[in-house]
């Protein structure tokens, strides 16, 4: 069973309407999740620029193949000779959790993670680590579903200093409001996130005496969405091919007429017209014993990408392009079965006047645009 890693969060900055000096990031890969909190020096337009380039440096490093710790040492490493006083000097956490649920996390002078499962909040106790560029504070520990890891700024664990808390908040005072307030058996991560923050405003006396970010991390059960478009490239493998669609986990959509005709084959079913076509903007649908959706191809992934970042209330029901957009919007998790064969010419005359691009190209735009927000997007070519 697929397990996807949601995420909370809350932010809000010392100064209305200025930009926070923490950001985020968060990179999703078929085998892990990484998210990254990085709280730049100071406050405002400066300290959002160094913690926007820490975080992308570190981002970096991992595209090109760094391992988490690798990455941070590097940027500890800079920071231990620039000092303190750096022009972008930022303090920041690391946190990395696996498909099997084992997560890993790395703190440089960040507030300790914490915790939350529906039995109680702890601590995670960061031990120290003798690394080539010094010392690491690490953590690590084993995430199911609904359980979870908190990362925050100092902002939160600050909070109250000068109000009535000598130390402020600190990290066994968010652990006491959690355990006090959203220990059951289904805690809503989300309500948890906001609640801290505004708990933070309340021990400050109705102020934000700093940026103040809550990231929660939990896991739950993914929903996952098969799109098998174009014929195998081999057809001696049509039938190996289509019996692993059938067997992955998640709903099951056919884009491709071509591609239609061969699943009803290799299931030994019919293919059932299920709607008439009443305008050129509504392309065909069709019915196939056992599979969720079943479309048109190049019109429909064509649409669907055009469609994307529009607001779903401006969208037909009934339409197959909405119902594609439905499915992918549900999912968190999006595979792709691309296939090769019956391909038309990319450079055809009909296709550049219609503005269509080729199957391999939409794909390819389609997976960019849906890991942008955040989709976790696999390609097969078959």
Aim: with cysteine; proline share 3%; charged share 20%.
């Amino acid at each position: 069973m697929y397990q996807y890693i949601d995420i909370a969060f809350n932010q809000k900055t010392k100064i209305g309407g200025t930009a926070c000096g923490d950001v985020f990031h968060i990179e999703r890969t078929p085998h892990h999740t990484t998210i990254i909190l990085c709280d730049g020096k100071g406050h405002g337009i400066r300290a959002n620029f160094s913690a926007s380039m820490n975080v992308s440096y570190l981002s970096k490093l991992l595209q090109s193949d760094f391992s988490l710790r690798q990455a941070f040492d590097s940027l500890v490493n800079f920071f231990k000779q620039v000092g303190v006083d750096g022009e972008h000097y930022a303090v920041f956490s690391m946190l990395r959790i696996h498909n099997d649920g084992m997560a890993n996390i790395l703190s440089f002078s960040m507030p300790p993670p914490i915790f939350i499962s529906p039995i109680g909040a702890k601590i995670l106790n960061l031990r120290e680590i003798e690394a080539e560029n010094g010392i690491i504070n690490e953590a690590n520990c084993y995430l199911k579903n609904g359980e979870s890891i908190m990362l925050m700024s100092d902002g939160v664990t600050q909070a109250g200093i000068g109000r009535g808390l000598d130390w402020g908040w600190e990290s066994k005072g968010v652990c006491k409001f959690i355990n006090d307030n959203y220990i059951q058996k289904n805690i809503d991560y989300v309500g948890l996130s906001n609640d801290i923050t505004k708990q933070v405003f309340t021990i400050s006396n109705g102020n934000y005496d700093d940026d103040i970010t809550n990231i929660i991390c939990f896991g739950r059960t993914g929903k996952v969405c098969n799109i098998i478009t174009g014929p195998p490239t081999e057809k001696k493998n049509d039938f190996s091919v289509i019996r692993k669609f059938m067997s992955a986990e998640g709903c099951k959509v056919v884009c491709g007429g071509t591609t239609a005709n061969v699943v009803c084959s290799m299931l030994n079913t019919n293919l059932i017209y299920g709607n008439e076509r009443s305008n050129p903007y509504t392309p065909p649908e069709f019915i196939i014993k056992g599979i969720d959706l079943a479309t048109e191809g190049a019109i429909t992934l064509n649409q669907l990408y055009n469609l994307i970042d529009e607001s779903r209330e401006l969208m037909s029901d009934d339409n197959p392009v909405t119902k594609l957009f439905d499915k992918i919007m549900e999912a968190n998790k999006i595979v792709f079965w691309l296939g090769t064969n019956n391909q038309p010419n990319t450079t055809s005359l009909e296709f550049i006047q219609r503005g269509l691009k080729s199957r391999q190209n939409i794909v390819r735009l389609l997976a960019e645009r849906l890991k942008e927000i955040g989709k976790l997007v696999i390609i097969n070519k078959i």
